[in-house]
């Protein structure tokens, strides 16, 4: 079965970095859509970042725009999100996802639009 594992999180201060890295075994779709989501406790699950390798599609929540960069290494079947520019309200558990479908990617989807999903990372940003 599809596995997805992220790492990379942990305790920064605000204005630094953290590289995220979600590993897929099993994956086999020639074309995907790979998203970032983060929850913070007492809210919603937000979709951050969201990458389509089949026709190229890019998202981006106005939240993280300019500051977050997400990428792919197919080579290594992982995925990435390296995260510049870090504030406080960046504190969450992060979380990657995976569908062959494009409908994730799209401006309009979420989470319900992703088959597989890691188990969260934690990333903590302090003022």
């Known amino acids: 079965q599809v596995q997805l594992v992220e790492s990379g999180g942990g305790s920064v201060q605000a204005g630094g970095s953290l590289r995220l890295s979600c590993a897929a075994s099993?994956?086999?779709?020639?074309?995907?859509?790979m998203g970032w989501f983060r929850q913070a406790p007492g809210k919603e699950r937000e979709r951050v970042a969201a990458l389509y390798t089949g026709a190229g599609n890019i998202y981006y929540a106005d939240s993280v725009k300019g500051r977050f960069t997400i990428a792919e290494d197919n080579a290594k079947n992982t995925r990435y999100l390296q995260m510049n520019s870090l504030k406080p309200e960046d504190t969450a558990m992060y979380y990657c996802a995976a569908d062959p479908l494009i409908r994730g990617c799209l401006p309009w989807g979420g989470q319900t639009d992703f088959r597989y999903w890691g188990q969260g990372t934690q990333v903590t940003v302090s003022s």
């Open positions: 099993r994956y086999t779709y020639s074309s995907n859509c």
